[in-house]
T-cell receptor, first 113, second 111 residues
Framework: RKEVEQDPGPFNVPEGATVAFNCTYS??????FFWYRQDCRKEPKLLMS???SGNEDGRFTAQLNRASQYISLLIRDSKLSDSATYLC??????????????FGQGTILTVHP | ETGVTQSPTHLIKTRGQQVTLRCSSQ?????VSWYQQALGQGPQFIFQ???????GRGNFPPRFSGLQFPNYSSELNVNALELDDSALYLC??????????FGPGTRLTVL
């Protein structure tokens, strides 16, 4: 079983749509959780951290369910510029793995006019 | 941009050759992590260097090795290249375990 699993998509949605991405992770001792965005042939960039209480940044809402080991990202009112690959990321649980980021496969989103 | 630079941008090698990839970390950062990203996959952790010492390693064979220099820049060396080593190699710099900032990557093709 992969440490971090995502539905690879692709998700193809019209502008203005709401889209949700899901992710599960296998290591219950994982400490930190993130969503990264990666544009085609570019480096990943941090979109937002994910907290147990849920957090929102404009049109983006992230949720974490530690009991189910489940992370989600909701994008409301999709824009053309949201087209990218969204990577679910978990950071190590301690010791020398604490700095290690474990990435999911990524979910491809295409927003069309 | 992030201030993390990598060189070269692209590289073509043949099986069995050796390659060295370079990364300059962002000013003030003391930690460099290296990742391999195959086509259609998420990045996979290779190893991390903190203050010139290896500080964690992923599931990669010993022919993947690295160095960190006193100025915190870093090198990734891969010996005896295999076709499956073709990928985008990303380095990320951080201050300790704080947010990692990625460089643009080196795209390696092994023929």
């Amino acid at each position: 079983r992969k440490e971090v699993e995502q539905d690879p998509g692709p998700f193809n949605v019209p502008e203005g749509a709401t889209v949700a991405f899901n992710c599960t992770y296998s290591n219950s001792a994982s400490q930190s959780f993130f969503w990264y965005r990666q544009d085609c042939r570019k480096e990943p960039k941090l979109l937002m951290s994910v907290y147990s209480s849920g957090n929102e940044d404009g049109r983006f809402t992230a949720q974490l369910n530690r009991a189910s080991q489940y992370i989600s990202l909701l994008i409301r009112d999709s824009k053309l510029s949201d087209s990218a690959t969204y990577l679910c990321v978990v950071r190590g649980s301690g010791g020398t793995s604490y700095g290690k980021l474990t990435f999911g496969q990524g979910t491809i989103l295409t927003v069309h006019p | 941009e992030t201030g993390v630079t990598q060189s070269p941008t692209h590289l073509i090698k043949t099986r069995g050759q050796q390659v060295t990839l370079r990364c300059s970390s962002q000013s003030g950062h003391n930690t460099v992590s290296w990742y391999q990203q195959a086509l259609g996959q998420g990045p996979q952790f290779i190893f991390q260097y903190y203050r010139e010492e290896e500080n964690g390693r992923g599931n990669f064979p010993p022919r993947f090795s690295g160095l960190q220099f006193p100025n915190y820049s870093s090198e990734l060396n891969v010996n005896a290249l295999e076709l499956d080593d073709s990928a985008l190699y990303l380095c990320a710099s951080s201050f300790g375990v704080n947010e990692q900032f990625f460089g643009p990557g080196t795209r390696l093709t092994v023929l």
